[in-house]
């Protein structure tokens, strides 16, 4: 069993290294709490179109503040503790059904072969990432 929790740990840095998929656990809220905050105050200070520029301006804050601390998903992944990557593993097996698999490398190939299991995949990581470790979540550089 711990084999299989492995290779589908390993699966998903494959797939969220190749989306290029890189979270922000700790400040993200934080940047949520400022964009929210600007809106706030903005609406309070300029009525409808004070929420539209403070909801602008504390998002670019927001934005700031959470810039430089995002890290890959697939090394948030592999520093999970063994109870969350469980977590994670009943998640993506969820999506992996009764697929069978020799090693690693196969299952990989296998996901990659198939567009829509490969979505899925990418699907249940990122609604773990956001609803279980409340982290935001960006593609690319």
């Known amino acids: 069993m711990e084999c299989r929790v492995n290779d589908v740990m390993r699966l998903c840095c494959e797939v969220s290294t190749n989306q290029q998929m890189k979270a922000a656990v700790k400040n993200s809220g934080k940047g949520a709490a400022v964009a929210g905050g600007g809106a706030f105050v903005g609406g309070l200070l300029g009525g409808p179109p004070g929420i539209a520029i403070g909801g602008a301006l504390g998002g670019l804050l927001g934005c700031w503040m959470t810039s430089g601390q995002f890290k890959p998903v697939a090394q948030i992944i592999m520093e999970l503790p ?27 190939a296998l996901v990659s072969g198939n567009a829509s299991m490969q979505q899925q995949v ?17 593609y690319g550089d």
């Open 122 to 138: 990418v699907a249940a990581i990122l609604s773990y990432v956001t609803k279980e470790l409340r982290a935001e979540v960006c």
């Open 82 to 108: 063994p109870q969350q990557q469980q977590k994670l593993y009943q998640d993506v097996m969820a999506v992996l059904g009764t697929l069978d698999w020799v090693d690693v490398v196969q299952l990989i």
